[in-house]
Antibody
Framework: EMQLVESGGGLVQPGGSLKLSCAAS????????MHWVRQAPGKGLVWVSR????????TYADSVKGRFTISRDNAKNTLYLQMNTLRAEDTAVYYC??????????????WGQGTLVTVSS | QSVLSQSPSASGTPGQRVTISCSGS????????INWYQQLPGTAPKLLIY???QRSSGVPDRFSASKSGTSASLAISGLRSEDEADYYC???????????FGGGTKLTVL
């Protein structure tokens, strides 16, 4: 069974940092683009970042550019999101999702259960 | 404000056919394929349709989708109570160099 399991969420003060992890299983992790998508409480889905299968390409939404860093360890089948200089508006459930081998032609076919990040003093 | 526009709500009675629309621009829907997601209450999103009109594995053929120009639509026929969920469209945006989602449509089965 294909599975993604996020961890690392929690309560952090404004200006603080947090690192999310997403453990993948049941598929060849190293073959796929991977993404982070977030959802603020009661709001819609917002794409955050993506990384190519070999880690050679990363892309970010303008709202997180320069503050968040996506990375992956294909040997550990794990995706990461390092979040720095956190703001109240970053409060959301963060989902990791599997893209395709060719990202733009594929949907996000596997999703994790999400991890909640709350930025508050 | 989302880059892709969706009506906030839609509704129908069991057995009915409902349509959810998604409007974008030449940089997203107009030049790239569109995907549709279903999010049941309290759960993670699920891919319903990819590449404009391809049903994801296990998705019943009651769900169909189409695209024309810079707009797209998701149709659900034979509406069931379990279809009550939020539905999102998404596409790659060449100008923003990123994925964009619609604001979501909350479907209520009356």
């Amino acid at each position: 069974e294909m599975q993604l399991v996020e961890s690392g969420g929690g309560l952090v003060q404004p200006g603080g940092s947090l690192k999310l992890s997403c453990a993948a299983s049941g598929f060849t992790f190293s073959s796929y683009w991977m993404h982070w998508v977030r959802q603020a409480p009661g709001k819609g889905l917002v794409w955050v970042s993506r990384i190519k299968s070999d880690g050679s390409i990363t892309t970010y939404a303008d709202s997180v550019k320069g503050r968040f860093t996506i990375s992956r360890d294909n040997a550990k089948n794990t995706l990461y999101l390092q979040m720095n200089t956190l703001r109240a508006e970053d409060t959301a459930v963060y989902y990791c999702a599997r893209g395709g081998v060719n990202d733009i032609l594929s949907g996000f076919s596997v999703w994790g259960q999400g991890t909640l990040v709350t930025v508050s003093s | 404000q989302s880059v892709l526009s969706q009506s906030p709500s839609a509704s129908g009675t069991p057995g009915q056919r409902v349509t959810i629309s998604c409007s974008g621009s030449s940089s997203n829907i107009g030049s790239n394929s569109i995907n549709w997601y279903q999010q049941l209450p309290g759960t993670a999103p699920k891919l319903l349709i990819y590449h404009n009109n391809q049903r994801s594995s296990g998705v019943p053929d009651r769900f169909s989708a189409s695209k024309s120009g810079t707009s797209a639509s998701l149709a659900i026929s034979g509406l069931r109570s379990e279809d009550e969920a939020d539905y999102y469209c998404a596409a790659w945006d060449d100008s923003l160099t990123g994925w964009v989602f619609g604001g979501g449509t909350k479907l209520t089965v009356l």
